[in-house]
């Protein structure tokens, strides 16, 4: 052995890489894709998105994304540089319930796109050294706000937020805007000071994606129209078309996309109990006859929802709240003059293994406490008929609580005005 090793002592020489002769590596890369990259980038360069560098102290590898239109989008995987040291940017990215809340009177929509989102945003000297990106054609520093920054979304949205600040009728998610008003005429006037307001800031929107003087569109994944909110039929087919999960991964999958349109299905976390037992660490995995059958009603119910109104500040509301052993529900509604009820949004929530053991009036209760905490944006300083299924209730949340232990529960009340408790049908 000793012979060998001495014969070989080329092999352990560590003091530099090695190089395997007779032999190369090559990547195989799709036709097509090269020209399609190489453009990519000179477009880059051209239109001062980007620019050319000798060194940088921050080098990010590329993420190079495929678009619908057949074009691409190149990110940094910034997650391996500068992302580890940038300071959170406190700012909210708007809830798509937030944004609905305000359509009441719409019926006449316009769907505005930027071109390039990010990219029309300025950045600052001293963030470009920061966001030098590593390719093949050498280094690069943006000029403009990066894709995969960690905190580029909250610093566009701000952006967005504050160039249309002051105009009604309007909502912005990122670079998705949303115009509505009663009448073409409103329409028009409310449309011509988002343009303008726009243009004023430089912004630039891509003609082929805005959609003008619609009936109806889709936004934030939901068809929306003087009605209200509708789910889209893409999104529904998905869910419906959905075979049965073979395993918690897949299940997880299913889950996250009909949650997605929780807000339509009645005491859906109730519904959804034996699949989530599914969920539990201790649990094996056992795709029963309850567990089809489950999976089944979920998409049966989904199919036969209906729509949900928007919310108006100037018609009655009502919050029905219920609980069953495994799960709170609320649903928030308008009541028509007529009597009818329009439902803005259904809610539901899984108890914790403590709250399972609560008596059922106080599970009554902190289906009340959920309700209240989750259409908080709707109830608050409003007047409110409130429904349960509880009786007793009645008497803890009218104007003397006779029961302190569940004092808390009516605390979580005071911000909402209830002119009416009355027991359900």
């Not at 994304?65 to 540089?81: A, Q």
């Not at 709707?378 to 299924?389: A, G, I, S, V």
Request: with cysteine; charged share 20%; glycine share 4%.
């Amino acid at each position: 052995m000793a012979n060998m090793l001495e014969t070989h002592t080329e092999l352990f020489k560590v003091l530099s890489y090695g190089e395997i002769q007779d032999f190369t590596a090559k990547v195989r890369v799709q036709e097509g894709t090269k020209p399609i990259f190489h453009n990519h980038v000179d477009c880059l360069q051209k239109n001062k998105i980007i620019t050319k560098v000798a060194r940088s102290d921050w080098a990010a590898p590329i993420v190079v994304v495929p678009k619908k239109d057949k074009t691409v989008r190149m990110c940094g995987n910034y997650k391996v540089t500068v992302n580890r040291c940038i300071l959170p940017e406190e700012y909210p990215l708007p809830k798509a319930e937030d944004l609905f809340a305000t359509l009441a009177g719409g019926k006449v929509f316009n769907k505005l796109d930027l071109a390039f989102a990010y990219q029309q945003l300025k950045l600052d000297p001293e963030s470009e050294q920061c966001l030098t990106i590593n390719t093949h054609k050498g280094l690069f520093r943006f000029n403009r706000l990066a894709y995969g920054i960690s905190t580029a979304p909250a610093i566009f949205q701000h952006t967005m937020d504050q160039i249309l600040d002051g105009i009604d009728n309007v909502v912005c998610f990122m670079d998705d805007i949303l115009v509505s008003a009663p009448t073409i005429g409103e329409h028009l006037v409310v449309l011509d000071k988002v343009m303008s307001r726009l243009e004023k800031y430089g912004v630039k929107m891509k003609h082929s994606k805005c959609e003008f003087l619609q009936d109806s569109v889709e936004y934030l994944g939901y068809k929306i129209d003087a009605q209200g909110l509708h789910p889209t039929n893409s999104k529904v087919e998905a869910i419906v078309n959905t075979p049965a999960p073979t395993n918690i991964s897949e299940l997880r999958s299913f889950l996250g996309l009909l949650n997605y349109y929780g807000k339509f299905v009645a005491n859906l976390s109730t519904l959804l109990h034996p699949l989530h037992q599914l969920l539990q660490a201790d649990k094996k995995w056992n795709w029963s006859p309850q567990c089809e059958e489950t999976f089944k009603t979920c998409k049966q119910r989904l199919l036969k929802s209906k729509w949900l109104a928007h919310y108006n500040t100037e018609m009655k509301l009502r919050l029905a709240c219920d609980a069953s052993p495994y799960g709170v529900g609320a649903v928030i509604s308008h009541v028509l003059p007529s009597g009818e009820e329009h439902p803005i949004a259904f809610a539901s929530q899984t108890l914790s293994p403590c709250e399972k053991n609560y008596a059922q009036i106080e599970k009554e209760a902190l289906s009340i406490i959920f309700g209240v905490k989750k259409f908080h944006k709707y109830l608050y300083r409003r007047k409110l008929q409130l429904l349960t299924d509880h009786k007793l209730l009645l008497a803890i949340l009218g104007p003397k609580s006779a029961i302190p232990t569940l004092a808390a529960f009516r605390n979580a009340t005071l911000g909402s005005d209830i002119v009416s408790l009355q027991l359900r049908d």
